[in-house]
């Protein structure tokens, strides 16, 4: 009888020491990413990032399609030309900055699509993040609805007086290769989610709008566009919008793979997948799955 708190101790002892080591290998730097390298295959971690595109998207589309909206609603100046265009720039900017590690903040369908083509991303959990942004989007779309009602072709993107759907759909290809590229470009340096990333993309899709919307729209952002559109019954030109930024993505890997090789690097997965696990400090390092 006496042996079994001596055993239970011991055992405990050992677990601690796992714990302590743990710790230890984590806060030595460069190990640190090491031991979190595969934490995004993680199922813990799946939900947190489905719901962190969802949301990330939500916030985004809320703004995007707001702007129209509310200006349909209370009259053609009540939200300013200028503050439609950049108030989404800012949206995205800050939702790099407070989810960026959480899932990488794509918010984008064809931002996912672009980084597994570079090889920052896994193909197979593509369609998982396309379903979340896609609902988020609508979601986003469905309360602005309950909130304004509908109000026309507000809140859509469509191409420009006189613009027909294919030159549309070739401005929002050129469009979304500028922002693909600054977003790629940016996740080289392991910067997509940091300061530096939320400021180039961010004035990226604010600069792209300020001259790029009458044309198009400036969506470059499938979600951005078929969300409303589903929710709203009107599908002009919709392919445009679905075509043309995956094909700028595309082409933006293409630019990446001339300006800087092959992609997979460390730097790049963890702007693409997202940081969580990696970057625990030692104060609040969790303890080891065996120990819950």
Do not use: C
């Not at 939900?47 to 129209?68: D, M, P």
């Not at 597994?116 to 896994?122: N, Q, S, V």
């Not at 379903?131 to 609508?138: K, P, S, W």
């Not at 997509?192 to 919307?213: M, T």
Request: charged share 10%; no cysteine.
């Amino acid at each position: 009888m006496s042996s079994q708190p001596d055993e239970s101790s011991s055992e405990s002892g050992q677990q601690d020491a796992i714990h302590r080591a743990s710790v230890a290998l984590r806060s030595m730097g460069q190990p640190n990413s090491v031991t979190g390298e595969f934490d995004f295959w993680d199922d813990r971690y799946e939900g947190r990032r489905l719901f962190s595109e969802l949301l990330g998207t939500f916030l985004l589309v809320l703004v995007a399609v707001g702007g129209g909206m509310v200006s349909a609603r209370f009259g053609g100046d009540a939200v300013p030309y200028t503050a439609k265009v950049v108030a989404p720039a800012l949206m995205v900017a800050a939702i790099i900055l407070f989810m960026g590690t959480v899932s990488g903040a794509h918010l984008n369908p064809a931002v996912s699509v672009a980084f597994a083509a570079r090889g920052d991303f896994p193909w197979k959990r593509v369609p998982a993040y396309v379903v979340a942004q896609l609902l988020g989007a609508i979601l986003a779309s469905l309360v602005l609805w309950a909130f304004l009602g509908k109000q026309g072709s507000a809140g859509l993107t469509l191409p420009g007086s006189g613009i027909s759907t294919v030159s549309a759909m070739l401005w929002e290809m050129v469009l979304t290769a500028g922002l693909v590229s600054v977003i790629l470009g940016t996740a080289s340096g392991a910067q997509q989610i940091g300061p530096l990333a939320a400021i180039g993309v961010g004035s990226y899709i604010a600069l792209a709008g300020l001259w790029g919307s009458p044309v198009s729209g400036a969506s470059m952002n499938p979600a951005r566009s078929l969300g409303p559109a589903l929710v709203l019954g009107d599908w002009t030109a919709w392919w445009a919008y679905l075509v043309g930024p995956v094909a700028g993505g595309l082409i933006a890997v293409g630019f990446a793979y001339v300006l800087r090789g092959r992609g997979g690097g460390r730097s790049g997965v963890a702007a693409a997948q997202g940081t969580m696990g990696v970057e625990w400090s030692v104060g609040s390092q969790p303890r080891p799955a065996q120990d819950k």
